[in-house]
């Protein structure tokens, strides 16, 4: 069974940096982070493939890095310049299906439990 536990969520002041983590017990084809903030639709942020091709949201392309270790049974996100409007609950996400179908459709079959992030200014 595919489980997903994420960590490392918090308060940060625009223009800080956090590390989100993801430990999953399987990897899946894509995997990768959504996150959803009150009034605002669910968002695909940053999703990678098992042939390491990444795809980012406009929004925070460049500012956020996506990362996968197989040993470790990670999926990390890497987040800085951060700003208000980053502010969510994020979720680490996994599916079989190619990443332009989880991003176009903006599901997973796999969710994690969400992890908080509030970037004040």
């Known amino acids: 069974q595919v489980e997903l536990v994420e960590s490392g969520g918090g308060s940060v002041q625009a223009g800080g940096s956090l590390q989100l983590s993801c430990a999953y017990t399987?990897?899946?084809?894509?995997m990768g982070w959504f996150r959803q903030s009150p009034g605002k639709d669910r968002e695909a942020v940053a999703f990678?493939?098992?042939?390491?091709?990444?795809t980012y949201a406009a929004s925070v392309k460049g500012r956020f890095t996506i990362s996968k270790d197989n040993a470790k049974k990670t999926l990390s996100l890497e987040m800085s310049s951060l700003k208000p409007e980053d502010s969510a609950l994020y979720y680490c996400?996994?599916?079989?299906?190619?990443?332009?179908?989880?991003?176009?459709?903006?599901?997973?079959?796999?969710w994690g439990q969400g992890t908080q992030v509030t970037v004040s200014s």
């Open positions: 996400a996994a599916d079989a299906r190619p990443c332009d179908s989880v991003v176009d459709l903006v599901s997973a079959k796999w």
């Open positions: 990678i493939d098992n042939h390491n091709r990444t």
């Open positions: 399987e990897s899946r084809y894509c």
